[in-house]
Each structure stands twice: as C-alpha cells, then as structure tokens.
C-alpha cells in the first residue's frame, strides 16, 4: 500500500514551539514526553516563519517597539507586544516597551524620538505604512540614529490595492538614506535581522531589513534560532554607549533638527560622508561574525553556479531560491549559466557586485520586482548597470525583466524562460515573467516546469474555506512533523480575499534535505478537499496530482457506491488514472456532533496523520492532543471535550475507498460543470469574472484589464458561491409577522421579502407559496421571503424560528420576474425600505458580519444619489474586491459611486469629490435640488435618515459584532448581543442634530436607557475580554471595576448635557442672566 512518507521508528522531539523564555531561549509549550533521537539538524533548528524570525530578533535588541499594524507585518508588532506583556526579557536583562500608536506616521515619530533620547529601537510596516514613514526616515538618517525598520515587502496602491508581497514599498525609500538588508528566507529573516540590528548601533546608521510580504514572512520553514546570549556577545558595547551618551538631555544639552540656510545646508549633507562610507565594512564585518556563530555564510552579493557562466541572473528577495534551483537543473544539463544574489541594496557596493560576477559572463539578466513607472529599467536594474560600467564590465550586456508582483508565482519555469531570452541574439529588454502581456508583447513565454526539488520532497495541497480552520491546522501539522521526525518542513498559505468563506490553499513540503523552494506545490503527493463542491468548482484542483498519490476528501459518502453516485466523472477518471488511494472522512458532521459546526480543523487534521503515516498514529494522537491543551485551554473544560471527541472521532472514522478500476473510463465531463453565463452577462463575466471563479486568475492576458483599474458594479450576483452548509427557508409563513427584521438583518442581502399578485403567483415554479399581505397598503399584493442559496453563507443571524433549514430553489423566478415594489409600504419605515432592491448585495463579508446590514440598509435608503468614500479596512475587503463587485444598481440601473484611495485620507477623499460634484453642477448651471424634510423619517432608522437630510457633514458610528469578538453564544446572536451591549451601557445610542436648535428643539436625543447591571456579563460573553483574564485574572477584574464605573459616567454626562440643552422659555433665560450678572458682581 502506498504511503505519503515512511513511518519513522524513532520519533525525537525539539522545543515545541517559538516563544521565548525569560532568558530570550526558545521554549517549549510543555515537557516532552518521550526521548530525543540524534538530530541531524544541530542547532536547535524548530519550525517557525520569516515574522517570527526578525520578531525574535528585534525583541532581543531592542528597548522599545513603536507600532502600527498594517498586513503582512502586523504579526511582529503583536508577537513584541505579547512577549512584553508576558514580561520577557531581551538581550540586556530588561522587558521592551511597547507603543502603538494612531498611525504608522505616528508610530515613526515615536520611534525618532525615542532613539534621540538615547533607547535602542525598531518598529515594523510595510506598503503604505513605509511610505507614511518616509519624512521620518529622511530625519532618523540625517540625524544618524541607529534604529531598524523590519519590512514586509508589499505591493503599494495604485491602479488598485494589493495587500500582497513585491518591492514597491522599499524601493520607495532607497533614496532616504537609510541602510537596506534583504533576506530571502525565514532562517536569513533571523540571520539579517541580526546583522542590521548590530550594524546599525556600530554604524549609527538606520537600517530598513526587508524580506517578501507572504512569501517570505508566513512562509513557515525550519529555522535555527539565535539566542540572545549570543547576540549580546556580537554587541559593540562601546557604540552603544556612545550612542546612549548622545540622548537627549537637559543635563549635556544640545539642539537637533535645526534649520540650515544656504550657506549652510550642502555642507551638513557632506559632512556625514566618513560616517555613511563605513556602514559597508561594518556589514560585511558581521555578516562574518554570523557566519562564525552559525556557520551559515552570507555575502553582499553571492554567485552560485558554473564556474564559467555565461549567462547570469541578478535577483534580490525570496526569488533567489527559486532561480537557484533553475541554475542547478540548466547545468546538470551542461549549460553555463549562474544566479546573484542581492543581499546588501543600500549602500550598493560596486566592487562587491563586479567582483562576484564570474570574468566569463557575456549576458546578464537583472530582475526586479517592482515596476519603476516610465524610467529605463527597475532600480536594481539601473544599480547593476552604473555599477558594471564603473567597474569597467562594459563588455557584457544587460537586459531587464519584471516578475511576481503583488505575489504572483514566481516558479523555476520561470526562471528557466529568462535564460532561454538571453540565449537570443537580441534578448527582450523590459520584459515580464509569469504573465500574458498580448498588449505590449514584453512577456516570456514559459516552455517547461521541471520538477527541482531536493530528491524526497514530499508535497501536499489542502483546499479548505475561510474559517474551517484549515490554515491553522496545517500551520500546526507542519510544526509536528518537523518537531517529532528527522525531517525538514515547509508551509505556505494562499487565501482568497473574502473576509470569511473564501478559498484557502495551504501548500506543505516535508523532506530528509532543507526545502526553500518559494514557489508553490506543482507535483502533489497528497490532496486534501475539505469541501466536496471544490471538486466541481474548480476542475484543476486535482492537476498537480501525482501518479499513486492520496486523495483525501471530506464528504458524507464513505462507501464506493455513494462516491461513484456522487461524485463527477472527470473526478473518478483522474482518480483512477492516477492511480490515487482515496480516502474519506465524513468531517462536517462529527464537527457537528462534537459541537463545533463548521470547524472542521482538528477532525482533517487526525485524518491526514492517519492517511499519510508520516508520524506513528499514537503519537500524532498525543500531539494533537498538546495542541487543543495549549489552543483551547483558555476557553473552558467543554471546548476541550468538543474538541478530544472530533480528534478521536475523525481517526476512527477516516476510511480509505477501494474504488472500481472502471472509473478510469469515465467520460471527461468538465464542460458539464461549467455554469453557463446568463444572456445580459456583461463581457467581463466571460473574461475576467469565470476564470478567476475558477482559480485561474492566473493565465488572463493583460487585454483583459482596464489600464485604470475600474470595474463594472454588481459582478458578485454572478458569483455564486454557494459555501453554506445549511441554507434559510420560508415555510411557516403564519407565524411570519412581515416585520421585514431578517431581511434588514442578512448580512449578504440574500434573504429578501417580495409583494406578487395572484396573476404573477401562476406563472410561479412549483413550490411558490405566500401569504396576503399585512396592512392596508399591501392588501392588493401576497406577501413572501425568498432566500438565495447560493448566496447565502448560513451564518444563522436572521431569526432561525420563522426560516426553518430546507432546500431554496426559487430565487431566480423573485429576483428576475417580479418587479420592486418598494413604493407599497413608506420608505422611512424599516419594513418598506425593505422592498426597496439592496444596492449592495452578496458581498464577501464574514458570515454574521455586523458591517454590511448597515451598510445595505444605507443603499436602500439613498443608494440611486450616494458617493461611497471608502478608508481602508474589512468595508474594502467585502465591497471592492476585484473582480467581485458586491456594489450594484437599482432597476433604473442607478446606484453607489464607489472609490477608494487610502486608510489615512478617506476623509479628504470624499471632501474632494464633494467638491468636484458641487463645481461641475454649478459650472454646468443645473438646477438640480432636492427637498427632504429634517423630520420626516420614522423611529426605526432615524440616525441614517437625520444624518442625510442634515445639509453639513455628519458622522454615524454604528455598532458592529464581529466575529473576531469571540461571541460565546455565537455570531447568530448578533442581535441580541448588540442588544446587551446597549443595555449595559457598553455602547450609548444618541443622536445630536445642531438643526433642531432653530426649531425650538433639543438638538440631543438620548435614544438609550441607563445602564442596567449587566455589563460585566456582557464582557464575560465575548472571548475578547475573557481571554485577558486568563492570563492577568486580578488586572482584569480591576480594569473592568473601573469600566463600570465609566461607563455610568458616561450615561450621566450625556444625559447632564441632553438636559442642559433643553430649550428654555424666556422667563427662564431672563433668570439665568440675572444670576450670571449676580455671580459676575460678586466676582
């Protein structure tokens, strides 16, 4: 029988986990329970990704932390406050301090200054984050302050935004002055790290360390931690007294920052000449040291290849390990041809790079991952140039290429096509890698992919949905298998963008040799679909399959006879043909017999140590259990049984299929499952809207794109996800009151009330049903709810008493045969802006998110005259995400303008396009005016109505359960929650309108009652609070005696200020002038 990777006989154990021990060590989560076998890996080596590497690092070297968090470097800052809080000591004895705060703007500014006091500091950002950080850059380097930066390379916004890895950002600030160090890899992320900490004391130079956003910093890889003993050892300790010296103080006091005139300011930027010409042999001089440490040796710049190649590729960045295993395949072939590695970017070396680059090189491919819009090449490109025809290499000639922005895949095919280019006698210049460009024909094209890993490499590729847990349990397998057997591990992790409910993709690689192959799994030993409608979704998710491979599927047929009914043909024929073991695990229902619905995570988990063997099942059952201790402890005794019982439950019950040997002639029958497009799908849907359904966003050619980014509204009514495992339906229409509540509560706008006459209720599908409608106004119309299935995600918010669980098939006849009748019942009323069509609907929101009722309610309201300014945050995420636009038009094909700039000028944004609309109006001299009366809308929703119709800028804060808050009793108590926090006092309803005031009226409406005594309740229902007390129990009691408190004072102010500004009759005001003449005399 095959297997995935031979049982290992002797299981060792290394530390669990990466935190840090007092004494700044690795430490384990808990004691091992068996022996140690002879570890080939020395050092200590434990699983851990590029985040946590520099993290470590910086924590250790470190007296303050200034943060802001920003994706993908978020989880330092959080790892350094976590470490802090838990009162770990760094290199010096001593706990950091760590300071978020408002902005990365303001995090930079902290750090400035708190390195002019003399305090050893670093901070962490990426992206926009960076760029917000320049000014602050220019002053740290100018004033010659030894600080780091650790960056997650990432894209930065322009035609659109990409949370996703390239140079962009960093490419941004080369010219600041600061010092810049690049690793490739999580254990280099640890190495370099260490290097910029040490040579910035030494130098007084800032260092910006970078490594790639994702691919590098949640890459999680096998590492070998440096401890902070033997960091400390490496300290200059002289410069940084120098440097601690040089702090601010009143006692030597001096002045910085000042003002330089003409005749001054040249010579002040030369004078720092002697010290910038020094960081380089201060580098390179550690670089040495670390290698003596470690024995792991880095240069500037590093060749790797044929001794005499003729052809050389420039890179910089985690694509190094890519084009490294390219060059070893191409000369095992005979050619000659070699890769540089980047290592040092700032200050850039000449001599280092012309002495790295072999004397017989005749054509050189520099590659950047960055395009450097409207200049002759990238920066490195431009770099590499100056520094060759300074160098006197002006015989060989160069070409530049563009490859993985935004985290495109940058694979060995890849690497291979560039050298095919400069086998030609005119290479292409300016060329792309990785994509189709048919409109400027730059692109390569990619002729092979050749299989380069180390011989043994074992690879799988779980598909799993957003929130199932499957990225967290492979993120732990990983860390098990590499912790309890002789092997080395690899993990990374692709998601789609959807907030909840979208694609993950985790790709795992185990082998006997270190893997940093970047790129992700293309030859799969192992597939797991922890979702069966995958299989028809997405056709090529079993393509990467190997020949005698594992299947894992969960699904509820765990016999032949159900598989083969089930099942698509062209799912058995690749099955077969591959002669694939497959195996199935009911996981959705023991998930929803040990009570954890939809967390699927631990019963996937037992099932693919059971399939793969690759640990011995009694003691990947032990682990297992380690991890739900060390996970779930915190959340009581109950969620540890839930969790042992789906453990034990999903061994027990993972069975492997012996399948008929005819499937491997079934009919290939993948265009059977693709879903024809409607008659009225715009283009889009066909170019760009169902390859990337597909998961084939990957091969759209360049034409397929508007050059400025737009797109078309309502795209995502065409998606059709289809991912909830339980769907609403209307079948008790008598004890339906019509209130219209689960309509208004839906987050994706799927559940939706309609008015039909018995005429149209004739030409309705079978199984249309509905009731007269309540009122007198409804009384010509039936009244039913209808649900979208495939929209629907079953977050269970709406009232689940009235909408009982049950198949809905008849949407399409509601949402395109009968019309909107949204003039019926007022408007103004919660009920009738119901049936008013939301202009934003099935979004990529989370199940039961708290956001998009709002925002929906907002649309139905005012959406055919509204401009969306949108900051940056999860609204983005739900509302704009290419290329599913979940904004959409009323029937008169009018609705929400939708834009998004940045997260810092949503404001000013909005305020600009305010004014562009107002001046084009009045230039245009059209009399447009609309007359909506202050008071005209009712109680239900009178906050969105009053802010409106208010004729100045208004603010609306609303109050949005989220499922981050950790809600005990479920994201389906969304209402009741909010409820509870109103009552408490946790969150105060109010509304100040100044225009009430020229009406005789209180501008103040205090809309809710004063706190009950629940508040401590409320906050012992969201594991957000709870999970403080577990660690700091007397704190939080403290903390929240004082909240109490504050939260009556809360209520009392407002309502103090409510009865201050009540209107008052003349007498009163005649009273209120004589007693402040009376008080003004005694003064």
């Known amino acids: 029988m095959n297997r995935l990777f031979a049982r290992h006989t002797r299981p060792i154990v290394a530390q669990r986990t990466f935190p840090l021990s007092s004494a700044g060590t690795l430490r384990a989560l808990s004691t091992p329970r068996w022996t140690a076998g002879p570890l080939r890996r020395l050092h200590g080596a434990v699983p851990m990704d590029g985040n946590t590497a520099a993290a470590h690092v910086a924590y250790g070297l470190s007296d303050i932390h200034a943060i802001y968090p920003i994706t993908p470097s978020s989880q330092m800052g959080e790892l350094a406050d ?37 305090a050893l500091v670093s901070t962490f950002t990426a992206s926009q984050g960076l760029l917000l950080m320049i000014p602050n850059l220019y002053r740290v380097a100018g004033e010659l302050m030894p600080a780091v930066f650790h960056v997650t390379a990432r894209a930065i916004s322009g035609q659109g935004l990409s949370i996703y890895g390239d140079h962009s950002d960093v490419m941004a600030v080369k010219q600041t002055g600061v010092a810049m160090l690049a690793s490739a890899s999580p254990q280099e ?7 910029a900490h040490l040579s910035s004391i030494r130098s007084s130079v800032p260092f910006v360390h970078f490594f790639d956003g994702f691919r590098t910093s949640h890459e999680i890889n096998t590492v070998e931690p440096i401890k902070y003993e033997d960091m400390r050892k490496l300290l200059d300790e002289e410069a940084l007294e120098q440097f601690r010296r040089r702090g601010m103080n009143p006692e030597t006091p001096n002045l910085r920052g000042l003002i330089d005139g003409p005749e001054h300011y040249f010579q002040q ?45 420039v890179a910089c960045g985690s694509s190094v390990s890519t084009v490294e295993e390219a060059v070893n395949h191409r000369n095992a072939q005979g050619e000659r041809v070699g890769l540089i590695k980047v290592r040092l970017w700032r200050p850039f070396s000449i001599k280092h790079l012309v002495d790295a680059l072999p004397k017989s090189v005749e054509k050189v491919a520099v590659i950047d991952r960055v395009r450097d819009y409207l200049a002759s090449g990238g920066p490195l490109f431009q770099e590499v140039c100056t520094s060759l025809m300074m160098g006197g290499r002006r015989d060989v ?11 495109k895949d940058f694979t060995p095919g890849m690497a291979l096509a560039i050298f095919e280019n400069l086998k030609q006698d005119q290479p292409l210049h300016n060329f792309v890698v990785g994509i189709k460009d048919d409109v400027t024909h730059k692109s390569l094209t990619v002729t092979e992919e050749p299989d380069t890993l180390p011989a043994g490499t074992k690879q799988s590729i779980f598909w799993g949905i957003g929130g199932d847990g499957t990225v967290g349990a492979n993120e732990e397998a990983i860390k098990l298998i590499v912790e309890n057997s002789n092997m080395y591990g690899q993990g990374y992790f692709a998601y789609s963008a959807h907030k909840s409910g979208g694609v993950t993709v985790s790709h795992l690689r185990f082998g006997e040799k270190p893997i940093n192959s970047t790129y992700q799994v293309q030859n799969a030993d192992l597939i797991a679909v922890h979702t069966t409608p995958y299989l028809k979704k997405f056709p090529s998710l079993l393509g990467p399959l190997k020949e005698g491979g594992t299947v894992i599927l969960n699904s509820p047929w765990n016999d032949v006879a159900h598989l083969d009914r089930m099942l698509p043909d062209f799912v058995k024929r690749r099955i077969a043909r591959r002669k694939a073991r497959l195996i199935n695990v009911d996981a959705t229902a023991i998930a929803h017999e040990a009570g954890l619905r939809g967390r699927i995570n631990m019963v996937m988990q037992a099932a693919f140590f059971k399939a793969s063997e690759v640990l011995p099942l009694d003691v990947a059952r032990a682990e297992l259990r380690r991890v739900i201790d060390a996970q779930y402890a915190r959340k009581g005794r109950d969620v540890l049984e839930r969790n042992y019982a789906a453990l034990d439950q999903g061994l027990a019950r993972t069975v492997e299929v012996a399948y008929p040997d005819a499937w491997a002639e079934c009919r290939d029958d993948v265009a059977d499952y693709i ?22 966003g990957d091969s759209l050619p360049v034409s397929a794109f508007d050059p400025r980014g737009a797109m078309p509204s309502g795209t995502s009514k065409y998606e059709k996800r289809g991912i909830a495992p339980a769907v609403a339906q209307w079948t008790n229409p008598d004890t339906c009151t019509q209130c219209n509540l689960c309509s208004a509560l839906c987050p994706h706008a799927a559940i939706r009330p309609f008015l039909f006459t018995q005429e ?63 003039e019926v019942y007022p408007k103004e009323s919660l009920k009738g802006s119901q049936f008013a069509k939301p202009c934003l609907e099935f979004s990529g929101a989370c199940a039961g998110c708290g956001e998009t009722p709002v925002v929906k309610l907002l649309t139905q309201l005012f959406g055919d005259e509204l401009y969306i300014a949108n900051a940056t945050g999860c609204s983005i995420v739900w509302g704009g995400m290419f290329p599913w636009s979940a904004y959409t038009t009323n029937e008169r094909g009018h609705g929400p303008a939708w834009g998004h700039s940045l997260f810092e000028d949503a404001a000013e944004y909005g305020f600009g396009i305010r004014h562009a609309v107002r001046y084009r109006r009045e230039a245009l001299r059209c009399a447009v005016q609309r007359d909506l009366a202050a008071g005209a809308y009712a109680a239900e929703h009178p906050a969105l109505a009053e802010a409106e119709a208010f004729d100045g800028p208004s603010l609306v804060i609303a109050y949005a359960p989220c499922i981050a808050h950790g809600i005990k009793a479920g994201i389906s108590t969304e209402v009741e929650e909010a409820k509870r926090a109103i009552k408490a006092g946790y969150h105060i309803l109010y509304r ?10 209180n501008p103040l409406s205090l809309d809710s009652s004063p706190p009950d005594d629940q508040l401590l309740q409320f906050l012992r229902g969201e594991n957000r609070y709870e999970a403080l007390r577990q660690q700091h129990p007397e704190l939080t009691d403290e903390k929240q005696r004082l909240l109490v408190r504050d939260v009556a004072d809360r209520y009392r102010h407002y309502a103090l200020l409510k009865e201050q500004l009540e209107p008052k009759d003349d007498g009163e005001e005649e009273e209120e002038k004589a007693d402040e003449a009376k008080e003004e005399a005694t003064a």
């Not at 992320?189 to 290097?195: F, R």
């Not at 000639?397 to 985290?407: A, T």
């Not at 024809?676 to 390859?691: G, I, N, T």
Request: aromatic fraction near 8%; glycine fraction near 12%.
């Open 760 to 822: 149209e209720a004739g030409s309705a599908p079978e199984g249309w049903e509905g009731r007269k409608a309540v009122g007198k106004a409804g009384k010509s119309y039936q009244y039913r709810v209808q649900v979208s299935p495939y929209d629907c995600t079953g977050c269970d918010v709406p009232f689940v008493d009235a909408l009982d669980r049950g198949q809905a098939r008849l949407w399409d006849f509601a949402a395109e045969r009968l019309p909107i009748r949204s």
């Open 189 to 195: 992320a640890m190495d370099l790290a260490l290097v």
């Open 269 to 313: 930027v030369e004078a720092a000449n002697t010290i910038l010409d020094g960081v380089l042999p201060v580098v390179e001089g550690y670089l040495d040291e670390v290698h003596k440490l470690t024995g792991r040796k880095y240069g500037l710049f590093d060749y790797h290849g044929h001794p005499e190649p003729r052809h050389v590729i």
């Open 82 to 118: 976590k470490w802090s809080a838990e009162g770990r000591l760094n290199a010096f004895g001593n706990t950091p301090r760590v300071i978020e705060m408002q902005s990365e703007m303001g995090a930079a500014g902290t750090l400035h200054g708190a390195a002019v006091g003399g």
């Open 992 to 1001: 100040y309108n100044p225009s009430l005031v020229e009406q005789g009226m």
């Open 397 to 407: 000639q160069l070409v530049n290429g563009r490859y993985g922005l935004g985290s």
């Open 675 to 696: 879903v024809p497009d409607p008659a009225d799908a715009p283009e889009q849907l066909r170019k760009v809207l169902r390859p990337t359904q597909r998961m084939e």
